[in-house]
């Protein structure tokens, strides 16, 4: 019986596991809606021309997240970026960074 609970348990663990990674995972279809605004100063799909504005077209996810969450507690400073960073949830962050790491 003891090993019927702990194969149950393992499994248990191991689907919420992967559903939380799941829904860590940003959707990059959502995130092209909601990053129209980044193409002010990024450019169209993140593809930046101008050097004071980074590319962000393929940068990783993770990278281009933990950007934004250290705008958004203002653990970088940048005057734009430090405005508009605080008005987006962790799935418009997750979003966007998925989008933008879709892109070749």
Known sequence: MLGYRVTR???TLALMSFASTAIAAGNP????????????????DGRSTNP???????QHAAYIEK????????RR???VMN???PSMSDRDIADIAAY???IK
């Open 100 to 102: 933008f790491q879709s």
């Open 9 to 11: 348990l393992l499994i």
């Open 67 to 74: 950007q934004m969450h250290d705008f958004k507690a203002k």
């Open 83 to 85: 405005e508009m960073a």
């Open 29 to 44: 279809s959502a995130g092209k809606f909601k990053a129209i605004s980044c193409q002010v100063c990024h450019g169209k």
């Open 52 to 58: 004071l504005y980074p590319r962000l077209a393929g």
């Open 77 to 79: 400073i940048d005057p």
